[in-house]
């Protein structure tokens, strides 16, 4: 039986929405969260763009000291030779890609003022397909960018090239949030049925469905005879109305009626790692949880009506699907209320030995400390507000690599 893995595309979807962004260190955190909890990949970045380079080469060295460990860091750039070759100069070690062009008429004609046709589509995507190997790729997928607007034929014909040029997955990107749970089943299964690759299932929430059409294109992929990978973003951000949620899409794989009778994932995933996730993006983005947000919101367990206070109160299966602590949630929060030391670009010997010592990390003199506040001032440059805990703890840590990614050399 096929199964379901899932890839996180925060660090690149995420992060190329209007008005949001992250630093170079908060999506290194994602990434180690991500890591953390199992997931198969996450889609880190943008090789072609010079100011990630020294973010992509540092989280690449960590996977390469073992820090990252289970997680697969995949870069995204379009389906041309031009940008494989940037991608390799920029950043050598990549060995994953995603390559993404668009498959449907209206983007054909409509992006490229009428002067590409299908055939140089394809043309496109197999040359950047060859380049990629040539230059070491070790998978390969290609994106059919507003494949829900693209007649199946051709799509099958996209991907049936890819796959002569030995791709190893096919993306099906719902690039508007247009499709429905019931079309994109249909459309998945035939793709699996005919591509006979693995498909990745890329949903937008357009119109409020990306979770539903995220499940049902992974049934359908199953039922056609192929794993899925579905792609999802911590808190669903992502542009416009944002990507399917990650968290959501995990708890209605594992948790919705019936569904993992039959539909299961291909590798374990820490659910419990959930709130810590959710809570990390919500601050790094600078984005609230919405209250009625699925596991993570602030109401997802919480009462207030006589009839289901009481109904909790004696059974909480009574008014709740699943437990909060499957969320990791349950822990007590401690807020300051008093008198409080933060990091900052601007900040000092004795608030940093201050702040790190409540984390129980003791410098042994000032002259230890000093570089690793540096960093922590040159992360505050670019986070322009306080770090939590787990990155002061990851540049204290792994002072070396912080400094490789907080490295920005414009112009250069
Ligand atoms: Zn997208």
């Given at each position: 039986m096929s199964k379901i893995y899932f890839i996180d595309v925060t660090n690149r979807d995420g992060v190329q929405t209007a008005r949001l962004g992250l630093s170079k260190l908060e999506k290194t955190m994602l990434n180690l969260y991500l890591n953390e909890m199992g997931i198969?990949?996450?889609?880190?970045?943008?090789?072609?763009t010079r100011h990630e380079s020294a973010y992509l080469q540092a989280n690449l060295e960590l996977a390469r000291m073992g820090v990252l460990r289970h997680l697969r860091l995949c870069g995204w750039i379009r389906a041309t030779v031009k940008d494989v070759e940037l991608a390799f100069e920029l950043v050598?070690?990549?060995?994953h890609l995603s390559l993404s062009i668009p498959t449907s008429d209206q983007m054909i004609y409509g992006k490229f003022a009428g002067l590409k046709s299908r055939d140089d589509i394809l043309a496109s995507m197999v040359d950047a397909v060859d380049a990629a190997r040539a230059h070491g790729a070790e998978s390969i997928c290609v994106n059919a960018e507003d494949a829900s607007r693209t007649d199946v034929d051709f799509l099958v014909r996209f991907a049936a090239e890819g796959k002569r040029h030995g791709v190893d997955r096919f993306r099906y990107c719902d690039t508007l949030g247009y499709e429905n749970p019931f079309t994109i089943y249909e459309t998945a299964k035939v793709l699996a049925e005919n591509v006979g690759m693995p498909l990745e299932m890329h949903c937008h929430g357009d119109l409020g469905m990306a979770e539903a059409n995220s499940l049902a294109g992974a049934r359908g992929t199953i039922d056609g005879g192929q794993d899925v990978y579905i792609n999802t973003t911590v808190n669903g951000i992502?542009?416009?109305?944002?990507?399917?949620?990650m968290v959501a899409v995990l708890l209605a794989v594992?948790?919705?009626?019936?569904?993992a009778d039959k539909y299961q994932l291909g590798r374990s995933i820490d659910l419990t790692m959930s709130w810590r996730i959710a809570r990390f993006a919500s601050y790094a983005f600078g984005v609230p949880i919405p209250?009625?947000?699925?596991?993570?919101?602030?109401?997802?367990f919480a009462h207030a009506s006589g009839i289901h206070a009481d109904g909790v109160l004696k059974d909480p299966q009574n008014y709740e699907l699943y437990h909060y602590d499957e969320l990791g949630r349950g822990e007590p929060e401690l807020v300051e209320t008093g008198s409080e030391i933060c990091s900052g670009e601007y900040g000092g010997i004795a608030g940093f030995k201050h702040i790190m010592g409540k984390m129980e990390v003791i410098f042994a003199d000032a002259e230890e400390a000093k570089p690793l506040l540096e960093l922590v001032r040159y992360a505050n440059v670019e986070a322009q507000k306080p770090l939590v805990e787990d990155e002061l703890l990851f540049i204290t840590r792994y002072p070396q690599i912080a400094k490789k990614l907080l490295t920005l050399k414009p112009l250069e």
């Open positions: 198969f990949q996450s889609e880190f970045g943008f090789p072609t050598p070690d990549i060995k992502g542009e416009r109305a944002g990507n399917a949620d594992t948790k919705s009626k019936g569904f209250v009625n947000q699925p596991g993570v919101g602030a109401n997802a």
